[in-house]
């Protein structure tokens, strides 16, 4: 079955940095458009980035600028490499792939920032 395991949250400062991993298994990786989305207490998950497999990307608005997502598909592996943290980032960070009619998710990663 497909799983997907998120690592590299944790807490920063604001205007700090964070690489966010997420390991693939049980799909062919290089197929599969890849995303990160965020959800923060009270409020839906969002869109953060999606990557596709030709490497392809696309961002949220408040995404862009400070984050970036890419992909190893070698080590059937997606980063977010998020830059300049706000406190309004801070969140419950899923990785999702794409099966095209289904997704499957990661358990997240929680990301605070704050001082």
């Not at 600028?65 to 059937?76: C, V």
Request: with cysteine; aromatic share 8%.
């Amino acid at each position: 079955q497909v799983q997907l395991v998120e690592s590299g949250g944790g807490l920063v400062q604001p205007g700090g940095s964070l690489t966010l991993s997420c390991a693939a298994s049980g799909i062919l990786f290089r197929l599969h458009t890849m995303g990160w989305y965020r959800q923060a207490p009270g409020k839906q998950r969002e869109l953060v980035a999606t990557i596709t497999g030709f490497g392809n990307t696309n961002y949220a608005d408040s995404a862009k600028g400070r984050f970036t997502i890419s992909r190893t598909n070698a080590k059937n592996t997606v980063y977010l490499q998020m830059n300049s943290l706000k406190p309004e980032d801070t969140a419950v960070y899923y990785c999702n792939a794409d099966l095209g009619g289904s997704a499957s998710w990661g358990q997240g990663t929680q990301v605070t920032v704050s001082s």
